[in-house]
């Protein structure tokens, strides 16, 4: 008999929300992540008293009541609303996402009925030139923002923080990305339509904490260093690393975005009012700056603490040793994921999960929801 049930491959949601359910299982779980610390992508570091998200602003935000349940019987999430304003190529602020406050400060109009008519005029002769060359419906991520709320917005607000972001071309990105910003016609700054929203209050570590407690973990611990022996230990693996990597890079590798970041702490206590400033313009090298304070702290609380701390990102080519963010859901990677897909699908004892393993650019509502309904043997 071995010594695990499961070897976890990965700290992060899939793998300790799994380990959570598995341990109330009565399952003997070994956790092991090559990071110097658990909690993959959520981790924060605190740095004069703030909670600095480390790899990325993490806004929790779900429909999935089962998974808000979940986490909040963990932890309980404050008020935070994710209401990031961008900064475009003409200097001014804009709100977003994309809703009457944005069309006002683009067009100058007030009401909804303005504000279609806007976007209708924009997209009019868009929409018959797409029928003219025989296109069912947007091909690509530009036909889809063009079609959705015209071309002002598209080049003012999404072309060049999309290109900056992804480093390709608008026309040869996935559509799907931009559906995910809602477009709305009434006064609302929220960036999500989710019924459910926050941070944890003390920070996502805390999340982290409670669903590892009573597992062991090992940190600083690489499933590629020694797979033989890693494999011995347990009867059963979860994998949420790189599914490429899993096989050797056998038909090849997976494309990754990833992220620099640029913190740095400021003898101010309020740098720039928000949590999220995005900069739209091809112009400026990065993508957005995150004050992170305001994640936890609200109205005069923000001055209580006389420092703050932001971290510009600035976004790169995913490559051997840096961390792989975003997975590239373009034709070319999704066709050869199949490929390794098909292969995990014959595995009898491996299980492949998160944002990595499937290849998908999962929020960690879908992480959760996920685990939570994974089978445990
Ligand atoms: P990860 O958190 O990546 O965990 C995988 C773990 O596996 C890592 O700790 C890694 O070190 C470990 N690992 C990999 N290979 C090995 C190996 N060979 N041996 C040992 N360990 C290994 N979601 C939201 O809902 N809201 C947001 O605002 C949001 N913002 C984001 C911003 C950024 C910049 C990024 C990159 C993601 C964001 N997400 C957001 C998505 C969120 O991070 C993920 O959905 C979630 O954290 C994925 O969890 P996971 O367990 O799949 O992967
Ligand atoms: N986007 C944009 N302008 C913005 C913010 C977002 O064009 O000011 C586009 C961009 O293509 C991005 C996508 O919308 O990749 C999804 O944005 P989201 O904020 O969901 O990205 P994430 O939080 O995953 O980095």
Redesign the pocket.
Known sequence: MNKYDYLIVGSGLFGAVFAYRAGKAGKRCLVIDKRSHAGGNVYCENVEGINVHKY??H?FHTSDKEVWDFVNGLVPFNRYTNC?V?KAPDGKLYN??FNMNTFYQMWGVTTPEEARAKIEEQKSGFAARLRAEGANGPRN?EEQ?ISLIGRDIYEK??????EK??GRP?TE?PAF??K??PVRFIYDNN?FNDPFQGIPVGGYNRLIQSLLDGTEVRTGTDFFSDREHWESLADNIVFTGKIDEFYGYKFGRLEYRTVRFETETLDTPNRQGNAVV?Y?SREVPW??IIEHKHFESFGADVYANPKTVISKEYPVEWEEGMEPF?PVNDVRNNALYERYHALAQTEGHVLFGGRLAEYK?Y?MDAVIGKALRTEIK
């Open positions: 990325g602003a806004i990031p961008a977003l996402p991520l923002a607000l999404i072309k060049g923080y999309t972001q992804w608008c990105l990305i931009i995910r910003l960036y995005n739209t993508t957005r975003y650019y929020d």
